[in-house]
Structure formats: C-alpha cells, structure tokens
C-alpha cells in the first residue's frame, strides 16, 4: 500500500522536493524561505512580494544576498527552465576603515597591498605554517596554523570574532575552501596580481529576483501556505500547526533547521546541541555616496556597529534600484550583516538605534548619502557551527531517522551548502521518496514493483 510522504519547509530545498510530487508545508505565504526576494519602494512603506508594475521600488533579498554558486549542471538546465539567469565574475575586498585600505579578496593573495612590511613578515609566517606541525581543534587553530599571526591578528581573528558571533575560538574549522590556502598563490601576490580563487569566483542570479525563480519552482509543487509547525508527534507520525490542523504521514522530510526540528519532535540527543547564530540583516536603499566600492561585497574586520559584511545588491545587478535611476548609477541598493549569540535577538528600540548607527558609519565612509528605505530582518538559525569534537550533528539526524524523519538540505542536514545544492538535495530526496512511495502496492496479496516503468494510467491509479 503506497506511503505517505510530507515535505516540512518551503524553501528551495522543500521546493526541489516538491517537484517530485510530494506535498509541501510552508509557513509563510510565499515560497522560498530566507532565499527570496521582495520590494519596497522609494518612500518606504510595505514590503511587496512582486515589483510594481511602473518598476519603482528597490528590490532587496529576506537573508541578505543569496547569489547562486556551484551545482550540478542539470540543475542549472532545470533553473533556466523556469527563469532567466545571468552570470557574474566576483568581485569582492577587505576594507580596513582605519586605514581607509580595501585589499582584494582573498587577503592572503594580495599581501602586496598591505605594504611591504606585512607583506613580507606574512608571507614568512605562512610559508613558516605551512611546513610546521599542526594540532587543529577550533577554528582559531585552523586561521592561526594556516595564515599566522600577522594576517591573524590584522584580519581573521577579528572578522570572526564577529562572523561566528564570538564563537571562533570553540567551534571546529569549517569550509576551508571559502579561504583556500595555495602558496603558489600567495608568492604570486606578493609581486602581482593572483588569480580569482574560492568556491564563489563565478555565480549566477535569476534575471527577475529570486522570489521568480521560487514562485516558478513552486507552481509545479502541491505547496499548502500558512503552515507553521508547531509539533511533530514523533510516535503517532503526525505534525501539527499553528492553524489548528494537522497532517499525518509515514515518512517525513524536514528542511527545518535541524535544532527546531529535534525539539519539535521533543527527542533527545546525548549530546549539546551546536550553535546556531543568527543574523540581523539590515536592507538599505540611499543615494549612492563618492567613495561607494564597486565590490559585490565587502569583509569588514571592525566596525563601530558591529556588522561585518556589507552587499551591493545593485553593484552585482542594476535592476535591484528603482527603474528611473538605474541608468544614472545615483542610487546603491545594499545589505548588512551583524551576527548575534543564538537567543540573543535585540529588541525593536535596539534595532532603530543600530540600523542609525550602521546608516551614520557608511555616511561616515561615503559609501552612502541620504536614505531612502532602511528595513531590517531577523534570520533566526543563520549559521551552522559545530563544537569542536562535537558529535551533536550525528546523533541528532539518526534519532530522527530512527522515527522515519529525514533531514534534507542546508540548515536541516547542518552542513553550508548554496542555493543550487540545496535544489538538487531536495530533488534527489524527493524522488527517492517517491520512488519508496509507489515502489511496491498489494495486489492479489503479491507485492509488485511499480517505479519507474508505470505507464500513465497506472499511476492515476495509485497517487
């Protein structure tokens, strides 16, 4: 007899699931999740989940930018079916504001720009790592045993003290090919210009925005909106949510962080659970200031505000601002992001005095000059760290396999992945669902096999 397969969370990962047929629930009213855009226009008001028709109002994304790197040509093909993409070159920098120095990113492939006293003790001290034993525990172990103390204490320390939240010097290393450590590279730089390095060198965005591509996505999912779960009865096999409704199944595929969902289903793991900072993204459209970089974004290692990185949104792609002033380059559309302790969310009157106070910098800077639209948003699970030694992650997924729960995606499988690997983890599951779904039904008493050689009529039978 068929199973009864649901999908938690309307995200690109949700939404690559749906696509297999699979009903989806969503929380919100619109697909996507924090991978989505919307619009506001020029005097503020509502946010808007479409553009206006005349085209005026600037277009900002709900977790800051979301620029699609990597995957799996095949999900390319599927994205170009339903929206136009464009590609983009990378172009980013550290920006040091007391020194009024940017530095081209990777720092480490650039020492030439930080002048030829750090330059060459850098470089000393990363050729010096390089052939020294190493004991990596922490990420601070990692940062120090590859770049030195030099680059260190200039940069890394500090950008992620504030990146992860103050956690750096507890939580295991991660992602070392976001800053990959090739010395032929850094020698190269110390003399010259380095080639592009990093996983994000190249990347592509829909023509429209991202909440296009979601909305198209979602068009061929059953994707029921305005479902919030609020428990996952682990036992009975049955989610409830905010409605008052609920939904049972055999099988559950969750995209939900993978710490919401553990104590939705109210199980326990032998083990502390890893951090997950949030984000407060602050979206900012103004009249773009003289001394504004033309970087898509940018690494800051100590701000007055306390944010860390700041996009530009119409830096990438100038259909972000408002349809008047695209040609005339008089307006930036940017975002900022400052990383909290998990719990920590600040209140309303804390973030009308931080989002002045990040204005007042960039004014500060002449990034920006007069403000048109300031809207902030709260990313509550942004990041997914891991304590050192921690085995959190893998006793968390098995205690919710061992309910026929299964983790899918990004902040559900606790792992950093882009948009388009997320996609082709939902559609992989998804279809494997699906395929575990029909694979076999009862006839005569006899458990015949029925995948992917159904013919039409046969599976209006058994869906």
């Known amino acids: 007899m068929k199973s009864n397969v649901i999908v938690l969370g309307g995200g690109m990962t949700g939404l690559g699931a749906g696509l297999s047929g699979l009903p989806v629930f969503e929380a919100t009213e619109n697909p996507g999740g924090i991978c989505s855009s919307y619009y506001v226009a020029p005097d503020g008001g509502e946010r808007c989940s479409s553009a206006p028709e005349d085209g005026e ?7 800051g930018g979301h620029w699609i790197f990597g995957g799996d040509p095949v999900v390319h093909r599927l994205m170009r079916s339903v929206a136009k993409l464009r590609t983009y070159s990378r172009k980013s920098s550290v920006w040091f504001p007391q020194k009024g120095v940017f530095v081209p990113y990777p720092i480490q ?39 030195g103390e030099t ?28 800053s990959p450590v090739n010395l032929d590279h850094v020698i190269q730089g110390t003399l010259r210009s380095s080639p592009a390095v990093g996983y994000n060198t190249t990347f592509i965005y829909p023509e429209e925005g991202l909440n296009v591509l ?11 909106y305005g479902k919030r779960a609020i428990k996952i009865d682990a036992a009975e096999k049955e989610v409830s949510f905010s409605d008052g409704t609920t939904v049972r199944y055999d099988a559950l595929l969750t995209t939900l962080p993978l710490n919401r969902t553990i104590e939705l289903a109210g199980l326990k793991v032998d083990a502390i659970p890893d951090p997950s900072p949030s984000v407060l993204v602050l979206n900012v459209g103004a009249v773009k200031g003289p001394a504004c970089p033309e970087d898509h974004w940018v690494y800051i290692p100590a701000t007055k505000a306390g944010f860390h990185r700041v996009g530009f949104y119409s830096n990438v792609d100038a259909s972000f601002l408002p349809k008047s002033v695209r040609s005339s380059q008089g307006r930036i559309s940017i975002y900022v992001e400052r990383a909290y302790p998990e719990g920590k969310r600040p209140g309303r009157a804390e973030v009308d005095e931080y989002s002045q106070n990040v204005i007042k910098e960039l004014q500060e800077w002449d990034w920006i000059r007069e403000v048109d639209v300031v809207d902030p948003t709260w990313i509550d699970v942004a990041y997914t760290w891991s304590w050192a030694g921690s085995q959190w ?50 006839s005569n008493s006899t458990l015949v096999a029925c995948g992917a050689l159904r013919t039409g009529a046969e599976r209006e039978k058994t869906d």
């Open 57 to 63: 109002c600037y277009r900002f994304e709900i977790g």
């Open 151 to 178: 680059l260190c204490n200039l940069f890394f320390f500090p950008f992620h003290d504030l990146y992860t939240a103050g956690l750096y010097e507890r939580i295991a290393p991660q992602d070392a090919y976001k």
């Open 214 to 224: 979601a909305q198209r996505l979602a068009e061929a999912c059953n994707i029921h």
């Open 109 to 147: 492939n650039h020492l030439r720009c930080l002048g030829p006293e750090i330059s060459s003790r850098s470089l000393r001290e990363i050729l010096e790592a390089a052939s020294g034993m190493k004991n990596i525990r922490t990420m601070k172990d990692w940062l120090q045993s590859s770049f």
């Open 393 to 442: 992650r893998q006793k968390a997924l098995a205690a919710l396999e061992a309910h026929d729960i299964y983790a899918v995606g990004r902040y559900a499988r606790w792992v950093f992945q882009g948009i388009a690997d997320s996609i082709r983890d939902g559609l992989m599951t998804g279809a494997a669902m699906r395929a575990c779904q029909g694979a076999a039904y009862e």
